[in-house]
């Protein structure tokens, strides 16, 4: 799909967007703006809700952007180039030059974002009684994104590829093992796990309640096609690589309503996030 457009450089790193985030940032609008119309302060107000669900998308994205930037930095300290952060449908994407030639390194990149959304998580909730005194509204907001970056980091921090916490399983492994391939063998597993508990736990809703597309199954699918993208990158070339830290909307909040993903790619190493 292309580079998409360049807005500006944050720390030598080009921030892009391609057309297609305009896609997602209207559907996440539409759904943040349902649930502002809900609240009694906005119930009578059409402007103000879609005011309120526009702000909630668009800041949701400023999120994943500081998590991909806690990742970039990280990278840049550990003497990694950072190509670019792109923002697009699924979410947005941080290609960097090349994996850490360390596992402690690899730790600490994998680390940093999770790690940025605690902290924005527990920086919102904690202000969330203040943001009421100025109005319930922003109170709201507040209080639904923090509990949008802690979902965010939580679910990052599943222990398996292509998520931040397979990264993180992966550099453990290699640390105590002394083998960064035996840490890919192992991070690959308990993504293919956890992919095939999403996909079950979707039939399961399904025949429950009668679902015919869960969003469970639909969560274990995309997770099992970045799997397969990773294992098969993974055993490609021993030349220098390209990693890409991905953060993708839809498997960490499969509602629109109550979070978002991250998956991280190395296209000849393969890692996601």
């Known amino acids: 799909m292309g580079d998409g457009w360049?807005?500006?450089?944050?720390?030598?790193?080009?921030?892009?967007?391609?057309?297609?985030?305009?896609?997602?940032?209207?559907?996440?609008?539409?759904?943040?703006?349902?649930?502002?119309?809900?609240?009694?302060?906005?119930?009578?107000?059409?402007?103000?809700?879609?005011?309120?669900?526009?702000?909630?998308?668009?800041?949701?994205?400023?999120?994943?952007?500081?998590?991909?930037?806690?990742?970039?930095?990280?990278?840049?300290?550990?003497g990694i180039k950072v190509s670019s952060i792109t923002l697009h449908l699924i979410g947005g994407v941080a290609r960097m030059e090349r994996e850490c030639s360390t596992a402690m390194g690899s730790f600490r990149v994998a680390a940093a974002g999770p790690a940025v959304s605690f902290l924005l998580a527990g920086l919102l909730l904690a202000s969330q009684h203040s943001a009421d005194h100025v109005t319930p509204l922003l109170g709201n907001l507040v209080a639904q994104l923090g509990v949008l970056n802690l979902a965010l980091a939580l679910f990052n921090l599943l222990p398996g590829l292509p998520l931040d916490g397979g990264l993180i399983l992966k550099a453990l492994v290699w640390q105590f093992t002394g083998s960064q391939r035996r840490g890919i063998q192992v991070a690959t597993a308990t993504g293919r796990l956890l992919?095939?508990?999403?996909?079950?736990?979707?039939?399961?809703?399904?025949?429950?309640?009668?679902?015919?597309?869960?969003?469970?199954?639909?969560?274990?699918?995309?997770?099992?096609?970045?799997?397969?993208?990773?294992?098969?990158?993974?055993?490609?070339?021993?030349?220098?690589?390209?990693?890409?830290?991905?953060?993708?909307?839809?498997?960490?909040?499969?509602?629109?309503?109550?979070?978002?993903?991250?998956?991280?790619?190395?296209?000849?190493?393969?890692?996601?996030?």
Do not use: Y
């Not at 539409?30 to 302060?41: I, T």
């Not at 070339?237 to 960490?252: D, G, K, M, N, V």
């Open 6 to 78: 360049q807005l500006m450089r944050i720390r030598g790193i080009p921030l892009r967007i391609q057309p297609s985030w305009f896609i997602i940032l209207v559907l996440l609008s539409l759904a943040f703006q349902q649930q502002a119309a809900s609240l009694p302060e906005a119930s009578n107000a059409p402007a103000l809700s879609w005011l309120l669900g526009l702000s909630t998308a668009l800041l949701l994205f400023v999120s994943l952007l500081l998590h991909e930037l806690g990742h970039s930095l990280a990278a840049q300290r550990e």
């Open 195 to 273: 992919s095939l508990t999403a996909i079950m736990l979707g039939v399961w809703f399904s025949q429950q309640w009668g679902i015919s597309r869960s969003l469970a199954c639909d969560v274990g699918l995309v997770w099992r096609g970045s799997l397969a993208v990773s294992v098969s990158d993974s055993g490609s070339a021993a030349t220098p690589h390209q990693l890409e830290s991905r953060s993708r909307i839809f498997q960490a909040f499969p509602g629109a309503g109550s979070g978002s993903d991250l998956a991280k790619s190395e296209p000849n190493a393969s890692s996601r996030c």
